[in-house]
Structure formats: structure tokens, C-alpha cells
């Protein structure tokens, strides 16, 4: 079974959330999710205006997310940047 986190995917990405719930994550549509999010997946196209990296931490209040540009990712690879969340810090990560 997969870890418990939060994936909020963005609306038309159906092969990479069905891929992602069939190795076991809860994954809900943008605007139909309750709570916060740990990981975000979006579909960000090249263009000149836009900056986003492939793959970045992104800091939301006091938590920080994970955000998936899938353009530039297979579904086999969006699977193991969720495996790896870069930005999960250790529970022990704020003791002295």
C-alpha cells in the first residue's frame, strides 16, 4: 500500500492519476479536493512567460508541497517523484 499523501491532479490528466491510484494514492481533480495538498501535478506546457521547473518545492503557509510539471514527465516517472517526495522533510527534522 502506498504512503498516505494528499495528490491533487490537474483536470485531463486521467492516464497519470488512474496510473498513480492503481499503485495505490488517493488522487482527486483541482477544485474537488478538501484540505491541503502535498503533492500537486499540473500539465505546464514550454512557453516564454512561464518559469515553472520540472519538479519544485513550493511553499503554501507553513507547509511545502510538491509540484509536477507532467509535461515533461511519463506517468512511470511522476510515480517515482511521488515515491521520493523531495520535499518531505524527516520527522525528526526540527528536534536540536
Not at 61 to 76: D, F, H, Q, S, W
Request: charge should be negative; proline fraction near 2%.
Amino acid at each position: 500500500m502506498a504512503e498516505k499523501v494528499n495528490i491533487t491532479i490537474q483536470a485531463g490528466l486521467d492516464e497519470v492519476a488512474n496510473y498513480l491510484r492503481e499503485n495505490g494514492y488517493d488522487v482527486c481533480v483541482m477544485g474537488n479536493c478538501k484540505g491541503s495538498a502535498d503533492i500537486s501535478i499540473v500539465d505546464v506546457p514550454d512557453s516564454d512567460w512561464e518559469e515553472m521547473g520540472s519538479a519544485e518545492c513550493r511553499i503554501d503557509g507553513e507547509n511545502e508541497m510538491l509540484v509536477i510539471n507532467a509535461a515533461k514527465y511519463t506517468k512511470e516517472e511522476i510515480l517515482n517523484l511521488v515515491k521520493n517526495n523531495m520535499c518531505k522533510k524527516p520527522a525528526n527534522w526540527f528536534e536540536g
